[in-house]
T-cell receptor, first 114, second 110 residues
Framework: EAGVTQFPSHSVIEKGQTVTLRCDPISGHDNLYWYRRVMGKEIKFLLHFVKESKQDESGMPNNRFLAERTGGTYSTLKVQPAELEDSGVYFC????????????FGPGTRLTVT | AQRVTQPEKLLSVFKGAPVELKCNYS??????LFWYVQYSRQRLQLLLR??SRESIKGFTADLNKGETSFHLKKPFAQEEDSAMYYC????????????FGTGTKLQVIP
């Protein structure tokens, strides 16, 4: 079975442009998470979906970031307009419903804002 | 606020030597503790969690609530253990966000 997939693997954009990252969770996983690692810092939580609902978006840095999960399947994370400090690796993870706490991570999208 | 501290950015050990990756945490209450690992060119994956009390690939981690530590240990390092290791925590119950440390790169020297 395919794991969590993310697209693109790498994106280079100019400051002020818009970028949309996509995450496809493992089929059947209701929980979907977005994380970000900025250079030299820890992996930080951005938000959590349960199906199509935002359960926790306390980690979203500002209103330039918009996450959606229409239909409760794949999710997108849009950054508009992008700033230099948005550069980093964006990870998506999913987990099934149930007592398991294991989150399965995607390979990440490396975003470079120039 | 919840926080995970990994004091070492890089830990180099010789093959066959013992390994200890340090992790300290702060959390109000009783968290779930994890170690994640990322091998070169692979995705982040769960190595072990304290509630399972298991040994994975020879690694163990003991939760010390008094010292708020969750150090990762292995008696004899192998070259294939070279990777980035992240200590992490989450709240108990339900589906909680995971808070990560900054990671420690383990380099096993042949």
């Amino acid at each position: 079975e395919a794991g969590v997939t993310q697209f693109p693997s790498h994106s280079v954009i100019e400051k002020g442009q818009t970028v949309t990252l996509r995450c496809d969770p493992i089929s059947g996983h209701d929980n979907l998470y977005w994380y970000r690692r900025v250079m030299g810092k820890e992996i930080k939580f951005l938000l959590h979906f349960v199906k199509e609902s935002k359960q926790d978006e306390s980690g979203m840095p500002n209103n330039r970031f918009l996450a959606e999960r229409t239909g409760g399947t794949y999710s997108t994370l849009k950054v508009q307009p992008a700033e230099l400090e948005d550069s980093g690796v964006y990870f998506c993870a999913s987990s099934p419903t149930g007592p398991s706490y294991e989150q399965y991570f995607g390979p990440g999208t490396r975003l470079t804002v120039t | 606020a919840q926080r995970v501290t990994q004091p070492e950015k890089l830990l180099s050990v010789f093959k066959g030597a013992p390994v200890e990756l340090k992790c300290n945490y702060s959390y109000s209450g009783s968290p779930e503790l994890f170690w994640y690992v990322q091998y070169s060119r692979q995705r982040l994956q769960l190595l072990l969690r304290h509630i399972s009390r298991e040994s994975i690939k020879g690694f163990t981690a003991d939760l010390n609530k008094g010292e708020t530590s969750f150090h990762l240990k292995k008696p004899f390092a192998q070259e294939e253990d070279s990777a980035m290791y992240y200590c992490a925590l989450s709240g108990r119950g339900g589906y909680q966000k995971v808070t990560f440390g900054t990671g420690t790169k383990l380099q096993v020297i042949p």
